[in-house]
């Protein structure tokens, strides 16, 4: 059974569909709802920087969608070729997607920051932990 990925599918549906997309499918209520945490992790959005937001979400969807069939057992299956024992080349090209989508937010200014731990949230985590274990 050769089954393909369906990546250059969705690429032209999502060219197709700019702009005709409205809120009813489950994955533009997703987008929508991830671009909104990115609005205001950003703060004021130019319509420069909307645009690439835009852009970013598409290629974030067809990021998700790629790696779910990759990682799928009823899909790929198998990352690897096991005949020339590498990556196949879906692979390597969603980890260039996943490297231009992060850089496209980098653009956009938003970066990684560490959130802030008290005292008590450490002691807590490690009461946590010591629960599930052996006794």
């Known amino acids: 059974m050769n089954k393909k990925h369906g990546h250059w599918k ?7 569909m700019d702009g005709k997309l409205d809120g009813r499918f489950a994955f533009v209520k997703a ?5 909104a ?3 205001d992790a950003i703060g004021e959005l130019t319509p420069q920087k ?4 835009n852009s970013i979400a598409k290629r974030k969807y067809l990021s998700e969608q790629i ?16 005949r020339s ?3 196949h080349p879906i692979v390597m090209e969603v980890v260039r997607i996943d490297e231009s989508v992060e850089a496209s937010l980098k653009l956009l200014g938003l970066e990684r920051k560490a959130r802030e731990v008290g005292f008590v949230d450490l002691v807590g985590e490690k009461i946590e932990e010591g629960k599930g274990g052996p006794e």
């Open 10 to 16: 969705r690429t032209k549906l999502l060219a197709e």
């Open 31 to 35: 987008l929508n709802l991830w671009k």
């Open 85 to 87: 024992k590498r990556l």
């Open 67 to 82: 790696w779910s069939y990759i990682l799928d057992p009823k899909g790929m299956g198998n990352p690897v070729n096991r």
């Open 37 to 39: 945490s990115v609005a």
């Open 50 to 53: 909307e645009q690439v937001l």
